[in-house]
């Protein structure tokens, strides 16, 4: 795969066109219409590499469609229309000329509910490889076990590679879309209420992997879940219809929020 | 107070399952009593108890003592009802207009030897025969004549050719505009292109095969530049478009039921629309699709109008240029000329009935298959 659409996003110490000191994905008055409703009403916001950073607030409150702004996902609905500006590694992505396919090579996604493929396991992950251009099979077993690894997934499946993913468990099957996802080595990872769907202790299995990825990878995660944004994120936005309210670090917006209306609804009083 | 079970509970609920049942079972029987119908007409032939042979063995009327009734019954080719009701001066006169019927046969067939055999054996209605006036042994349907030449296969190979070529054209037409319409179209193009095609599922046959054999023959040849105007090729594609409506819609109902959840996993990790249908949507909808070919297999094979209109000759030969004629094409075109109960009435039905069959097993190969994929897909064994 050649880079030629995009260079690299991270902002790196070692590469001479990068600033240094600027956030790596900077959202500027960005404003997002369905039709004629606003979603979306003016946000900036300004995230660091790998770090955690988790989107709260209730329900419609426009936080899912703003992650999916980072990869563009919100292309496929039509009507939708964007305003203001938003970087990654000083790029603008809702530029004409992006190539929405090489970024999303490079902002991976993990869905609510677990979507594998109905192929077989090692398909699942070689899909992804196989889009950006690794063919050879001694390259493709090399990646798709490190990523199953990577997602703490390879113990449990090595022995059953090439059974279909269906027939694993719902946390299993969530862990394979993550494997799946850091497979392509993106460099940001987007995660819409990865652990909803699943059980307490698969959920704490995702969480721990989380902290893990956290290493390599730049992590925006959606959750509903107070205590998982509060166990896994370094920092919190606080959403309230299509508004953000309230950024900070996690321990500050759990403990010593600023606004009235993050403390009533991160202390359950709403939401 | 009580806990009531079954059908006390709610007798309106547990009369109306019941009722419900019995009009499901009626479909199953109707189906199953065409079928029963159909062969029955058609078992003589499969039991040897058909005969077409000109030159029959004579009994003199003189030798009516020396036989017994059964004899005579079958000789006669009475019912056993109508044999008992006649008395002996009535089978006499029968046997003498036997005798007389002989002498009606023209000349030159007395000495043919084709005019001995009964041609509705196996034998000849599968096989080539070396026919008297024929260069060499060949597979002839021709039922009418005194002669009648019963083989079937030319009508097989007719209704191969004209099936097999109309899928050929319909299926990847089909699933294409289903793919298209279901996964790349926007919404816009989607309402209109996809009401359009199943449109054409509307259209009479007949006014297809007008278009066939008037417009479409005449472009075909042009392009292809074949010798024969009408031919299997030219009644195959004009049996596609009749086809295609039919797998369309399924395919695309198909396509559309993939989880969004796919679709969103592939563009995600960076896949173009393309590349999602084609690798991810497709495959997953893989069972619907074979379906809908399968249920367009049995459109084309059942199709008669178009193939009786464009092109009819019952020639023996595997080449697409040729003319062909399709089982269902011979019985619509000869059934009202058939003799009720005679050889080549029988004839039809047995055809049909191997069509019943072939409609039947290829719906049952087709539902294995679509389990095998299923339970392949949803990681079952």
């Known amino acids: 795969m050649t880079d030629t659409l995009m260079p690299k996003l991270s902002v790196n110490a070692n590469d001479p066109g990068a600033v240094a000191g600027s956030p790596f994905i900077e959202i500027e008055n960005l404003s997002l219409y369905y039709g004629a409703s606003k979603a979306l009403k003016n946000i900036s916001l300004n995230l660091d590499e790998k770090v ?108 059953r590679l090439h059974t279909s993913a269906l027939g694993l468990s719902g946390g299993q099957q969530q862990r394979l879309c993550i494997a799946r996802a850091i497979a392509i080595r993106p460099e940001i990872i987007l995660m819409d209420e990865p652990a909803s769907a699943l059980d307490p202790i698969a959920t704490a299995r995702i969480e721990d992997l989380i902290l893990e990825l956290k290493k390599e990878f730049t992590i925006v995660i959606v959750t509903h879940n107070m205590q998982q944004a509060a166990r896994i994120s370094d920092r919190t936005a606080f959403f309230y219809i299509g508004e953000l309210v309230e950024f900070g670090p996690t321990v500050k917006i759990f403990t010593n929020p600023a606004q009235k209306r993050t403390e009533d609804y991160v202390s359950g009083r709403f939401g | 107070m009580g806990i009531h079970r079954g059908h006390q509970a709610r007798p309106g609920e547990w009369l109306a399952e019941k009722l419900i049942f019995l009009i499901s079972l009626s479909a199953i029987g109707m189906v199953l009593l065409i079928f029963l119908f159909v062969a029955r007409e058609a078992l003589p032939v499969f039991f040897g108890q058909t005969d077409t042979a000109l030159i029959q063995p004579v009994i003199p009327t003189a030798e009516l003592d020396r036989h017994s009734p059964a004899e005579l019954q079958r000789y006669l080719e009475l019912t056993p009802e109508q044999f008992t009701t006649m008395d002996k001066e009535t089978i006499k006169t029968l046997m003498d207009v036997k005798i007389e019927a002989l002498n009606d046969i023209p000349e030159n067939f007395r000495n043919d030897p084709d005019a001995k055999i009964n041609t509705t054996e196996w034998k000849y209605l599968l096989r080539p025969h070396q026919w008297s006036g024929y260069e060499k042994p060949e597979r002839i349907w021709q039922p009418v004549g005194q002669i009648k030449k019963f083989n079937l296969i030319p009508l097989f190979v007719g209704t191969l050719k004209t099936t097999l070529i ?112 084609w690798q991810i949507v497709l495959p997953a909808a893989l069972p619907g699709v074979f379906a809908a070919s399968v249920l367009g297999f049995g459109r084309a094979i059942g199709e008669t109008m178009i193939v009786l209109m464009v092109c009819s000759a019952s020639v023996m030969s595997w080449s697409i240029f040729d003319s062909a004629r399709s089982i269902t094409t011979t019985i619509a075109a000869e059934m009202a000329e058939a003799v009720n109960g005679g050889p080549h009435y029988r004839i039809l039905f047995m055809l049909g009935a191997l069509l019943f069959a072939a409609t039947f097993v290829s719906n049952m190969i087709g539902d294995f298959v679509i389990h095998r994929f299923k339970n392949k897909l949803e990681g079952k064994r």
């Not at chain 1, 938003?86 to 396919?101: L, P, Q, R, S, T």
């Not at chain 1, 090692?122 to 690894?149: F, M, T």
């Not at chain 2, 279901?182 to 309402?191: C, D, G, I, K, W």
């Not at chain 2, 009408?230 to 395919?251: D, R, T």
């Open chain 1, 52 to 159: 955690v950073t988790a989107f709260i607030g209730p329900s419609g409150c426009g936080k899912s469609t703003l992650l999916r702004c980072l990869n563009r996902m919100n292309d496929l609905i039509d009507g939708v229309r964007i305003e203001g500006s938003m970087k990654i590694g000083g790029y603008n992505i809702n530029a004409k000329d992006v190539d929405v396919i090489e970024l999303r090579k490079r902002v991976g996604m993990v869905f609510q509910k677990s979507n594998p493929f109905p192929k077989s396991i090692y398909e699942n992950v070689a899909y992804g490889l196989r889009l950006h251009g690794v063919k050879a099979k001694s390259d493709l077993d090399a990646r798709i076990e490190q990523s199953l690894q990577g997602a703490a997934l390879w113990d449990e499946v090595k022995d």
């Open chain 2, 166 to 277: 109309g899928l050929l054209f319909a299926v990847p037409l089909a699933v294409g505009a289903a793919i298209y319409v279901s996964q790349l179209a926007r919404p816009r193009v989607r309402e209109t292109v996809k009401p359009v095609i199943e449109m054409l599922s509307g259209i009479p046959s007949v006014v297809t095969g007008v278009f066939a054999l008037i417009v479409m023959a005449t472009v075909l040849q042009h392009i292809f530049g074949y010798q024969t105007r009408l031919n299997a090729f030219v009644a195959g594609i004009a049996l596609g478009f009749a086809v295609i409506p039919v797998i369309f819609s399924i395919a695309e109902d198909a396509l559309t039921s993939v989880p969004r959840a796919y679709t969103q996993a592939a563009l995600a990790l960076g896949a173009s629309r393309w590349q999602t249908a």
